[in-house]
């Protein structure tokens, strides 16, 4: 088991490490550092940063824009997780707990934001205080899933958990397109082996153990059954499905990051993503359509996600359920669309993956998360050959997470843009993340129509911000949606 927090621990340079808050324990079970005297040495200054106040790292804005309530919730948090040698041994001790940033984004819809704020405040806390589940475990809770949701999806996915089991968590490719490869391009497909200057082998497509993929996937479904449809064991409540309905209402989608250092040595340090040595393991979650772009050294956009929309071919074969021919057709004839124009699954929903949404759970609104793994970061101690090798090249910029009402008004490139200029013309010292974060706000709000959603958006600063070219790719773009939006109100 692990913890989590919201905030991180800052020391001077010079501080002993004996003195680390994560190592205080670690006074009364090992020796102490030589020369010093830990009964008479004063306490360090230790400065406590919540992440959430910290606008020169992290930047986060959000705005209800023209609905009439703010259904977009966000978290910032360190997670600290078991160590992979721990997590495959099981030899859990407390005081070798790596650091993890994990930073999540929720847009909610129906029941007045109930389960995105739920997933903001307890979802990081469902990861670490699950304990390493097993495959028992997991097949017992998609036994779960059918007993209590029902309907011909989780039928069969329970009457075929070997070969879901096999696909998605115990194989490195946690799915198909973990590192977004075309896979009707086998030159464009499977692990591509990077080796550091030391010789060793770094294998991209491979940064997760199936006991880390497990513990995602587990406590995703576990929380949103128990607490976003309300079946936890200890409620007592017997309610028909048409109550539950009623009284667990809507739903939620959840995008989120998971950054920590690739040398897990260098992951003790709870302030590790501020000044990084070496590279790092980004890996991502995908329930629904809210976007992560990052933004590479040469300022261009990448899509570190794919979104879960009823016009998705290969969401559209997820929930064709094998074993129901006439499920096939019904749920074919369920993708409408509506008075904007939009594909609703169910006629209904606008994403076919995500928390809560009971109502079209049995078939197959599903929290099932995509996982998308990384490698970014300082490229310094490898080889230059294989710097080519990296998905984005190395010396990445920024992460953004931006909601749907972010999403459909700017394309991923257009908010990069939008950020990088901001920079550039305001300098580095005044346009920090936070500052940058509510720019774009700034600017849907201006942009915005009388039907614009909810937007949020979240800026997580690399070690080479700032260093994009001067350029502005849709700075025109931009600026006629600007006018046009202006024009429209005059």
């Known amino acids: 088991m692990g913890k989590s927090q919201a905030y991180i621990h800052l020391k001077p340079s010079t501080l002993p490490p004996v003195f680390a808050p994560w190592n205080r324990k670690a006074l009364n079970h090992r020796t102490p550092t030589v020369g010093v005297n830990t009964k008479t040495a004063p306490s360090p200054l230790i400065l406590r940063v919540p992440l959430l106040k910290f606008p020169s790292v992290i930047g986060h804005s959000t705005s209800r824009i023209n609905r009439l309530i703010n259904e977009d919730t966000y978290s910032v948090n360190i997670l600290k997780l078991p160590t992979r040698f721990q997590e495959l041994s099981r030899n859990h001790e407390p005081l070798l707990k790596k650091s993890i940033l ?23 806390r469902e990861i670490t205080n699950t304990e390493a589940p097993t495959k028992e ?58 080796f550091d200057m030391y010789g060793n082998i770094i294998d991209k497509t491979s940064l997760l153990n199936f006991h880390e993929r497990l513990r995602i996937y587990y406590a995703y479904m576990k929380f949103d059954l128990e607490r976003c449809c309300g079946f936890a064991q200890e409620s007592g409540e017997s309610l028909t499905f048409e109550e539950r309905i009623k009284k667990y209402s809507g739903g939620s989608t959840a995008s989120s990051i998971f950054l920590s250092s690739y040398d897990e040595s260098l992951a ?36 570190l996600t794919k979104i879960h929309h009823p016009s998705s071919r290969r969401e559209s074969k997820r929930l064709q359920a094998d074993d129901d021919v006439e499920g096939k057709k019904e749920q074919d004839d369920d993708a409408n669309q509506d008075s904007f124009g939009e594909t609703r699954f169910l006629n209904n ?82 346009a920090t993340p936070q500052y940058v974060a509510e720019e774009v706000i700034k600017y849907i709000q201006a942009i915005g129509g009388k039907h614009a959603d909810n937007a949020t958006c979240l800026v997580l600063r690399l070690p080479n911000w700032g260093n994009w070219p001067m350029i502005d ?8 949606k600007l006018m046009n939006s202006t024009s429209s109100l005059d």
């Open 102 to 124: 994990n930073i999540s984004i929720f847009d909610g819809h129906g029941g007045k934001g109930r389960v995105s704020q739920l997933l903001a405040s307890s979802l990081h």
């Open 137 to 194: 475990q997991f097949f017992h809770l998609l036994d779960s899933y059918e007993q209590l949701i029902g309907g011909p999806y989780w039928r069969n996915v329970n009457a075929h958990r070997e070969t879901f089991w096999d696909r998605f968590i115990e194989n490195c490719n946690t799915k198909q397109e973990q590192v977004l490869f075309d896979s009707d391009h086998p030159q464009h497909s499977g692990p591509r082996m990077i």
């Open 268 to 303: 003790m340090d709870e302030s590790f993503f501020m000044n990084p040595q070496g590279l790092l393991k980004l890996v991502v979650t995908q329930v629904g359509d809210s976007k992560i772009i990052l933004c590479d050294q040469n300022g261009i956009a990448h899509s």
């Open 349 to 430: 929903f606008a994403n076919t993956r995500s928390f809560g949404d009971l109502l079209g759970k049995r078939d197959g609104i599903s929290c099932e998360p995509d996982i998308y793994s990384y490698l970014i970061g300082d490229t310094s101690l490898l080889p230059h050959a294989e710097k080519s090798k990296l998905q984005f090249g190395g010396e990445e910029c920024f992460i953004c997470l931006i909601s749907d009402g972010v999403s459909d008004l700017l394309s991923d490139q257009e908010v990069v843009d939008l950020i990088t200029s901001t920079v550039n013309l305001r300098q580095t010292k005044q």
């Open 473 to 480: 790719r849709t700075g025109a773009i931009r600026e006629e």
